[in-house]
Each structure stands twice: as structure tokens, then as C-alpha cells.
């Protein structure tokens, strides 16, 4: 087994992140060592008596901004010769699914979350090396924007999806949505599942399904059919 990729999380609330990351697919990849997630709470490293991370903006405005020296000083001791620094924001790249595969070819992600109304500029400027949106809206605080990321990034990292043919089908996987998934009965409710899925004919199932990828992608994304130049 190759070298796991770690997480550092940078957060004043790593609490919110405690049970996130022991559950489910996150706590199933911890135990068996592809993936290894430590929380940091920033407070840690602000040398006043009173652990104070934040003050008031220059050139006023409402709002608190993070102060530099914590975070270096959490940083510098965190980072490795081979770490990324992310710093989660509203105005950052916005993450894909391509970005998720190339953050999981990691080995070290250094996770910076916001707070307030974001941190000093100089931190962006001097330790940060890439800033992610995880969509276009604004949260409380960039620590479940840190979850996202690292779920959405934890999947692509060899043997933690119990199956790897999850990725091939999942939406956004080659730039369409997922198609329609159907169990056990084959009748309810008197909604029955497509005959084609029952047949037993792969070549006219995996027909069927890509084209209702295409068409919900049409229907809900059509955004997407544009970057791929898609014809029905």
C-alpha cells in the first residue's frame, strides 16, 4: 500500500467535524488506513491569554476578519514538504469532480476554513495554495465546506468506494448526470420498473442508461451539454 493521504483540518469549529468523519465512507477509509483526518482547532496557536483569532477590518465595515498570525503560526507547523494548503471560501475555483480527482493524487491536504468574513489577505496571499467554492452561496463558516471537500475527494482515493465502478456512473463523472436507479419490487404502487432494465441485455442497458444521462443532463444541466458539445 502506497503512502495515505492526510487531512489537516484548520477550523474553530473542528467540533462539527468529529462525527462526520468517523461515520460512513470516511470512518470505513480511516480504520483501514487509505486516508487519515486530523482536526485543528485554530485557537490553539493565538498566543493572547484569551485565544482571540479575529478583529475588526481596517477601513471599517461590518464584520470581523481572521488575523494572520494565528493561522501562520498553525501552518508553519502543520506543513509538510509535500503539503497543499486549501483555503475554503465563496470566492474560490468552484470544486469539481475533476479537481476532486487531482486533490486525491495528494498526499498531504492542509484544509483552512473561513469564519467571519474570511481571513487577512495575507494568508491568501503568502500560504495559501488553492483557493475552493463548493458552490455559489455562503455559509456560516467554511467547515462544512471542508467536509464536502473531503468527502467528495476521499472518493477517488483507491479502495475507499466499495466498488470503483461507483465513480464511472456517478453524476458529473464524464460531465453528465447520473441515470435513473431502480430495486426490489418490480411493481409499486402500480409504477412498474423499465422492461429494459429486466431483460438481462447489457448492451441495451448500458444504451438505455446513457440516454437518460443525456436527457436528464439536458433537462436539469443543459449547462453541462454545452461544455461537451452533446447531441441526443
Not at 490553539?44 to 494572520?68: L, S
Request: net charge negative; charged share 25%.
Amino acid at each position: 500500500m502506497g503512502a495515505i493521504l492526510q487531512f489537516d483540518c484548520l477550523s474553530l469549529f473542528p467540533e462539527m467535524l468529529r462525527g462526520f468523519v468517523a461515520a460512513s465512507m470516511l470512518g470505513r477509509a480511516i480504520i483501514n488506513g487509505l486516508i487519515d483526518i486530523r482536526l485543528h482547532n485554530i485557537r490553539e496557536w493565538a498566543e493572547d491569554k484569551h485565544h482571540i483569532t479575529d478583529d475588526a477590518p481596517f477601513g471599517g465595515g461590518a464584520g470581523m476578519v481572521m488575523r494572520p498570525e494565528p493561522i501562520f503560526a498553525a501552518i508553519n507547523v502543520l506543513r509538510k514538504e509535500d503539503s497543499r494548503v486549501v483555503y475554503l471560501c465563496p470566492d474560490g475555483e468552484l470544486l469539481t469532480s475533476d479537481i476532486a480527482r487531482e486533490l486525491a493524487k495528494e498526499s498531504n491536504l492542509i484544509l483552512l476554513s473561513g469564519h467571519y468574513e474570511g481571513v487577512d489577505q495575507r494568508v491568501r496571499d503568502r500560504i495559501v495554495d488553492r483557493e475552493i467554492s463548493i458552490g455559489d452561496y455562503v455559509l456560516t463558516n467554511g467547515t462544512l465546506a471542508s467536509a464536502v471537500l473531503m468527502d467528495a475527494v476521499s472518493r477517488y482515493v483507491p479502495g475507499v468506494l466499495g466498488s470503483e465502478m461507483s465513480l464511472a456512473q456517478d453524476s458529473f463523472s464524464d460531465g453528465l448526470l447520473s441515470f435513473p436507479q431502480y430495486t426490489r419490487p418490480a411493481i409499486f404502487m402500480n409504477m412498474a420498473v423499465p422492461d429494459v432494465l429486466l431483460s438481462g441485455n447489457h448492451a441495451d442497458i448500458a444504451s438505455w442508461r446513457r440516454e437518460q444521462r443525456i436527457e436528464r443532463t439536458r433537462q436539469r444541466r443543459p449547462d453541462l451539454l454545452l461544455k461537451r458539445n452533446l447531441k441526443k
